[in-house]
């Protein structure tokens, strides 16, 4: 369906304006990492005093007890994102603010150990953006139950997020909520996107996690749209081939998504048997499905970083991040990951790739392949 079709359709379904020209002006972005949804990796000094087995923000709170847990995360919120951060990634030349959070956010029952108050700072995180002229996309970056296991889920261990019809419930009650929020006339120009859940993990129970994953993603997507018309909805592609998602273009039942693709180049086996050399030219690889992608669906690179394995100490991470923007823009865009690093790691921090002259975020970003 081409664009102006597609434009037409839209209009015929009473839809409203949209607040980006998604696949026309480029996403250039970055993700407020450990902010809202602790990652001890990344803001270590939030879990000091802890016993070494304290992970995640699940057993902070569970070790702290609410009282201490919510002092200590106020202090934290209070401090490691504020205005100015904003107003100096709308002047580097950002236009889009990824902010990951938890269901807890919206959603504590009796039992969980989560502390409330966080959805406080997504309503300052829409101001500011709203205040410096920047999109905001709100992430379910941790599920009821971890989508994936993994600490940034909020609670490392069982992957517990499909096996109960309550999670998926749950989870789509909470983006429920944040669409109707985000439909207020205040935000719907502000938050453009709605993305249903970050990083679901299939592997070890692959076609049973990948059909309930299509339920909650049809679930999830008709609770938005009951409040929504406006908002971009994005998919995670669940580390799997991207055309695995293309139904979500082809089903009319659906309009308006997008897909999300994390491309690092440090996670997992084979990474550290390539040269600096190798690594910086790899993203050439990426152009040709990130354009077939982006030709069935909005497509970005929802997360991505100057890192490559740490034994290479690589000294070229300039041309290397140049050869990334180049890469994910032959798609709809980019969020880098992160905003900021507490022990200054520059590889996986915008402030500190930006003040060593890694990043240009307006470009231009020319490929050498």
């Given at each position: 369906m081409g ?16 607040a ?11 993700n407020?990492?450990s ?16 016993p070494?087995w ?6 902070l709170c569970?070790?702290?007890?609410y009282?201490a847990?919510?002092?200590r995360?106020?202090?934290h919120w209070?401090?490691?994102v ?17 902010l ?7 959603d ?16 300052k995180?829409?101001e ?12 379910l ?8 296991g ?14 109960s019809?309550?999670n998926?419930?749950?989870a ?7 669409a ?9 120009q ?14 070890d ?18 609770e ?27 089903d ?5 998504v ?16 390539m ?10 690889s990426?152009?040709?499905r990130?354009?077939e ?13 100057a890192?490559?394995p ?5 000294q ?9 923007l180049?890469a ?5 865009g ?15 921090s915008?402030?500190?790739s ?6 240009n ?9």
């Amino acid at each position: 369906m081409g664009k102006l079709l597609l434009a037409v359709v839209l209009v015929t379904l009473g839809t409203g304006a949209i607040a980006w020209p998604y696949g026309e002006v480029k996403v250039r972005g970055v993700n407020v990492g450990s902010w809202l949804l602790l990652e001890k990796w990344i803001t270590p000094n939030v879990f000091d005093g802890l016993p070494d087995w304290v992970n995640d923000e699940y057993q902070l709170c569970e070790y702290l007890g609410y009282d201490a847990a919510l002092q200590r995360l106020r202090s934290h919120w209070e401090t490691w994102v504020v205005e100015a951060d904003f107003a100096s990634w709308a002047a580097a030349g950002l236009n889009h603010v990824r902010l990951p959070i938890g269901y807890w956010a919206l959603d504590i029952k009796a039992g969980e150990p989560w502390v409330s108050g966080s959805w406080d700072y997504v309503i300052k995180a829409a101001e500011w953006c709203k205040k410096y002229n920047l999109q905001l996309m709100v992430d379910l970056h941790g599920a009821p139950g971890s989508q994936n296991g993994n600490d940034h889920s909020g609670h490392a261990g069982t992957i517990g997020f499909y096996y109960s019809d309550e999670n998926l419930q749950r989870a789509t009650n909470v983006l429920g909520r944040i669409a109707q929020w985000a439909n207020a006339t205040e935000w719907r120009q502000t938050v453009s996107i709605i993305q249903l859940l970050n990083e679901p993990v299939l592997w070890d129970d692959y076609n049973y996690r990948l059909q309930r994953l299509k339920d909650f993603y049809r679930m999830a997507y008709d609770e938005v749209r009951r409040y929504n018309d406006v908002a971009v909805v994005a998919v995670h592609d669940a580390f799997i081939d991207l055309n695995n998602w293309y139904y979500l273009r082809d089903d009319p039942h659906y309009f308006w998504v997008m897909l999300d693709t994390h491309l690092y180049q440090v996670f997992g086996d084979g990474w550290g048997d390539m040269t600096c050399g190798q690594h910086a030219n790899h993203p050439c690889s990426y152009h040709q499905r990130l354009a077939e992608a982006n030709q069935k669906l909005w497509t970005v690179v929802g997360e991505w970083s100057a890192a490559t394995p740490g034994q290479l100490n690589c000294q070229n991470q300039a041309f290397f991040t140049r050869q990334q923007l180049a890469a994910y823009e032959v798609a709809s865009g980019w969020f880098f990951w992160s905003h900021n690093h507490a022990q200054g790691w520059r590889e996986w921090s915008f402030k500190h790739s930006m003040e060593s002259g890694w990043i240009n975020p307006s470009g231009p970003n020319l490929p050498q392949c």
